[in-house]
């Protein structure tokens, strides 16, 4: 069984960066889709980043459209870690950041939405201030 956990949430002002981390046990995960979604108060839970290996053996990146030039989604095979590293950070990008992870059906597939991913971790909270 999968576990993932995150750490590396806290608080920080606009502007600032953060990197968080998700550290995976209990399988070989280089070749799942590993993501971070991320959840605000009243909101549903959304898409932030993905990477997938692709059919070369490296691994394919996906940032969602906003954040691009601001996030980016190094991983470490060795220690089993993918990270989110945010920059610029902005009051809006407070919220609960999750990591997930999931066999991925295609070569290079990344799930978008929540239900597509099996293994989550616990969650680690952002808070941006202005």
């Known amino acids: 069984q999968v576990q993932l956990v995150e750490s590396g949430g806290g608080w920080v002002q606009a502007g600032g960066s953060l990197r968080l981390s998700c550290a995976a046990s209990?399988?070989?995960?280089?070749?799942?889709?590993r993501a971070w979604l991320r959840q605000a108060p009243g909101k549903e839970r959304e898409f932030v980043a993905a990477?997938?290996?692709?059919?070369?053996?490296?691994?394919?990146?996906a940032i969602t459209d906003s954040k691009k030039g601001r996030f980016t989604i190094p991983r470490d095979d060795a220690k089993n870690t993918v990270y989110l590293q945010m920059n610029s950070l902005k009051p809006e990008d407070t919220a609960v950041y999750y990591c997930?992870?999931?066999?991925?059906?295609?070569?290079?597939?990344?799930?978008?939405?929540?239900?597509?991913?099996?293994?989550w971790g616990q969650g680690t909270q952002v808070t941006v201030s202005s």
């Open positions: 209990g399988g070989t995960v280089r070749d799942y889709a």
């Open positions: 997930a992870a999931v066999i991925p059906p295609l070569s290079s597939w990344y799930g978008k939405v929540s239900y597509e991913y099996h293994y």
């Open positions: 990477t997938s290996r692709n059919s070369g053996g490296t691994y394919d990146t």
